[in-house]
């Protein structure tokens, strides 16, 4: 894409005339085999971080700062940032990384991962490009809780997506009936990294189902975790139209899923698949 657009693809070949080439995302939480092609990158969650950068880039734009120094400038204010042009890696004999030393100083001495501390007020995309094709995830796409309890071992996300943040089943509906009016798709997607630990996940489903299914719009739940909400969710998805189910338990036995840190109990899940069969 950079090469179309006529720009570098290293940073280090990129002058004043050329924009200014961010990262974020899941991708950037391992950042240094990136880093030769971005200018900046955004650790983290870019909800509330992502407006502070664009409004102090322009702020800064008009005060005249040329690209260097407005790397400085927004590398030295913003902590979540990290500017790979403005630290030299430091490697260790087995080729790991040592450290990062700073070319200039001022900046932080840690990038610490941006987090968005409310989700309920965080924004959220309500009109998505709806595609003049069929495709695979034909649906309307909501996240209704960020972060995970269990901290399983073995998941990068649930270690970096910080603290649990739950929307309320009132936001939920705002957002799907936004979401609706826009795309006119039949089917609402409840995401998070464990939707069945949400607390309010029957409010949620219920006050879903009460407000769509009248209009033809099921509702579809990811990989779930086996609990005590799970025997609750099959009845409560398929008044509409058979949806999927899929439940995770990642391990056959219980002893195993202690040891990666994510244990269950047996008749949770029995209970779901015998729920799911009537």
């Given at each position: 894409m950079l090469d179309l657009a006529g720009i570098p693809v290293l940073a280090a070949d990129r002058t004043g005339d050329d924009p200014l080439i961010l990262a974020g995302g899941p991708g950037v939480n391992n950042p240094e085999p990136m880093a030769p092609f971005f200018d900046l990158m955004l650790i983290g969650e870019a909800?509330?971080?992502?407006?502070?950068?664009?409004?102090?880039?322009?702020?800064?734009?008009?005060?005249g700062l040329g690209r260097e120094d407005l790397l400085v400038a927004l590398a030295r204010e913003f902590d979540f940032l990290y500017a790979p042009g403005l630290l030299e890696p430091a490697w260790n004999a087995d080729g790991t990384l040592a450290a990062l030393e700073p070319k200039v100083g001022g900046l932080p001495e840690r990038t610490r991962a941006a987090h968005v501390r409310d989700l309920e007020s965080a924004p959220f995309p309500t009109a998505p490009l709806v595609p003049n094709t069929e495709v695979i995830h034909d649906r309307v796409t909501i996240e209704i809780m960020r972060g995970c309890p269990r901290r399983c071992r073995f998941c990068e996300s649930g270690r970096t997506k910080g603290s649990v943040r739950l929307r309320s089943p009132e936001c939920?509906?705002?957002?799907?009936?936004?979401?609706?009016?826009?795309?006119?798709?039949?089917?609402?997607?409840?995401?998070?990294?464990?939707?069945?630990?949400?607390?309010?996940?029957?409010?949620?489903?219920?006050?879903?189902?009460?407000?769509?299914?009248?209009?033809?719009?099921?509702?579809?739940?990811?990989?779930?975790?086996?609990n005590d909400q799970l025997e609750l969710v099959p009845r409560l998805l398929g008044s509409v139209r058979k949806s999927g189910l899929t439940m995770v338990p990642e391990a056959a036995l219980p002893r195993l899923r202690c040891v990666i840190g994510k244990p269950m109990d047996d008749e949770h899940l029995f209970a779901g698949a015998r729920e799911a069969w009537k």
């Open positions: 909800e509330d971080a992502l407006p502070q950068l664009v409004a102090r880039l322009a702020q800064r734009r008009a005060e939920i509906l705002e957002l799907a009936r936004a979401c609706y009016a826009h795309t006119g798709l039949e089917e609402i997607s409840l995401t998070s990294l464990s939707p069945s630990d949400h607390p309010r996940l029957k409010a949620i489903l219920t006050t879903l189902d009460a407000e769509f299914a009248p209009k033809g719009v099921s509702l579809s739940l990811p990989s779930l975790r086996t």
